[in-house]
């Protein structure tokens, strides 16, 4: 696990970039993060080991942006000093994906590089240290379950990971990559890929009541089951009520805890 941080100001002079460090070449990008870390301030901190040499661990262009402007201080994560090589590549990677210019192929590979890095990681454990929810964490790794087709299309940006996670678990990924490329919308994707329900009118309960307008009352009981199907032919008045209710695709389960709560109402 990550070793807990505590935010501090430290000198600039202080950091000294080493191993844990990669270099940053003094570009625009660099000058224009200063120009906004200026009117805006610094909006996250900068990661440090809490030691005198090789200490920067992440944050390197914030740091560079301040020492082009010649800063004298600079915000910092102050992580213990027997922190572990391990766990500076897990802050490393969770800083990364913390990141808001993160495209969905760059966090699944940021997810990739820290759950290779630390197997024994949990998706929770990773939610808790990106602060969001366990189902995100799920979807950020779900293109590793995605056929090697849709897994190319997805790192190419075609879409993202709401897609991803809806043709991962596809019975035909094929079938859904194609219909997503066809435009469809995503509820029809998810429609498509739902088990195919029993006809309403076939499903089978203990017994069906029907309530009738007036508020009389007919009850259907068979030790073999009850369908709407089998009490629809019975009267007019009970085949309107029952035909109404298969064309909204009620079964006779869904039918009688409806007549329950009409009943209820008819008594008040």
């Not at 740091?63 to 897990?90: C, N, R, S």
């Not at 199907?229 to 064309?247: G, M, N, R, W």
Request: glycine content about 6%; charged content about 30%; some cysteine.
């Amino acid at each position: 696990m990550l070793p807990k941080s505590r935010p501090d100001t430290k000198p600039l002079s202080w950091i000294k970039p080493g191993s844990n460090s990669r270099p940053v070449t003094i570009d625009d990008g660099i000058k224009n993060l200063w120009a906004s870390i200026e009117k805006n301030g610094l909006l996250q901190r900068v990661g440090v080991i809490d030691r005198a040499e090789d200490n920067l661990i992440y944050g390197f262009r914030r740091y560079w942006a301040h020492v082009h402007g010649k800063a004298e201080t600079i915000d910092v994560d102050v992580y213990p000093a027997d922190i572990t090589p391990l766990q500076v590549g897990l802050a490393q990677g969770v800083e990364n994906l913390a990141r808001k210019d993160n495209t969905p192929p760059e966090i699944y590979a940021h997810c990739k590089k820290l759950l290779t890095l630390c197997p024994e990681l949990k998706l929770g454990d990773l939610a808790l240290h990106l602060g969001v929810s366990p189902g995100m964490v799920t979807q950020y790794v779900c293109p590793d379950k995605l056929m090697p087709e849709a897994l190319e299309s997805f790192l190419r940006g075609d879409f993202g990971f709401g897609a991803a996670y809806d043709i991962s678990r596809a019975k035909d990924q094929l079938a859904a990559l194609s219909a997503l490329r066809n435009g469809a919308s995503r509820e029809d994707r998810r429609r498509a890929n739902r088990e195919p329900k029993a006809k309403a009118a076939t499903v089978v309960t203990k017994s069906v009541t029907v309530i009738l307008d007036g508020g009389l009352t007919a009850t259907f009981r068979d030790d073999r089951g009850v369908t709407l199907q089998s009490v629809s032919d019975l009267s007019p008045e009970i085949k309107k009520l029952v035909d109404d209710a298969i064309k909204r695709d009620h079964d006779a389960k869904t039918f009688a805890a409806l007549m329950k709560k009409k009943a209820k109402a008819l008594k008040k």
